[in-house]
């Protein structure tokens, strides 16, 4: 397909969305969290209407060793969230970026 400065067309962009309708399985995170290893945004290299679409299907609770790329994309589409005119509340996350303390070692 054609790109234009990195960017996915709008035809492209839709079809990457829809290629990840399934993010509550491990495998559909799996195959989301390889898609964003290579691009900050679902379609690419520019934030669209299809990232937003899909963050309302992805859990805020993602492990972030297990799911890194998308933990860091969820992080970066919630703050955007918040700045859309209009944006329904978005709970805040609880992707974390750090392990938990363990059990008996001061944090």
Known sequence: GV????????RQSRAMASKFSDTSS?????????????RPYVGGFTVSEDDFTLFARVSDSVDPKMYTHVARWWRHIHALSKLRPGAAFVPAARVSTTAPAKAGKPA
């Open 3 to 10: 790109r234009w400065h990195g960017r996915a067309s709008p």
């Open 26 to 38: 491990p495998g559909g995170l799996k195959a989301l969290n390889s898609h964003l290893a290579s």
